[in-house]
């Protein structure tokens, strides 16, 4: 197989950056590594008692590690954290060595999919979709400096899968 550079799906929790990875890796024959699950291995914690026990700091500091790691890899599909791309650093290398899709969702239907996962160290239920806004509005012009933006609104995994395959195979 001809080494290809590495797919990056960034987006918002909840918008089905592993979901897609995941099926995107399967039928392209590359590797998946989603960043968070690495970071709970590695520290032998869920992501929301990392956030809890060492801080946002600390998390940040060990996703940077595992991201630009997980970057000299190749023939991979990587699946971000939330949050990840919005470091510079993580986001340079991206833009550099990387082909990165930004799967992107509206308000409602990333609220719909985070409000009942205890699982995301940046939500709460009282507060959810208030939240997400205050954090979209923050990532969205950083999120707009992928290779590419998929709409997932009204989409099917398949149809995301398929369009970011497509995107994929044009680099």
Not at 37 to 65: A, P
Not at 91 to 113: F, G, M, Q
Request: proline fraction near 1%; charged fraction near 35%.
């Amino acid at each position: 197989m001809a080494v290809k550079k590495n797919l990056v799906l960034l987006g918002m929790m909840g918008v089905g950056k592993t979901t897609i990875g995941k099926i995107v890796a399967k039928k392209q024959g590359l590797k998946f590594i989603d960043i968070d699950l690495n970071i709970e291995k590695k520290c032998s914690m869920k992501i929301s008692e990392i956030f809890k026990k060492k801080g946002e700091e600390f998390f940040r500091i060990e996703e940077e590690k595992e991201t630009l790691d997980s970057l000299t890899k190749k023939n991979c599909v990587i699946a971000l954290g939330g949050g990840a791309f919005i470091n510079e650093s993580i986001r340079n290398n991206v833009l550099k060595n990387a082909i990165s899709i930004w799967l992107d969702a509206d308000i409602k239907t990333l609220n719909e999919r985070t409000k009942w996962n205890k699982k995301r160290p940046l939500l709460d239920k009282k507060n959810n979709q208030t939240k997400i806004i205050r954090l979209y509005s923050k990532r969205k012009n950083i999120y707009k400096l992928a290779n590419h933006r998929i709409n997932c609104k009204d989409l099917s995994k398949s149809d995301i899968a398929e369009k970011v395959i497509i995107f994929y195979e044009k680099n």
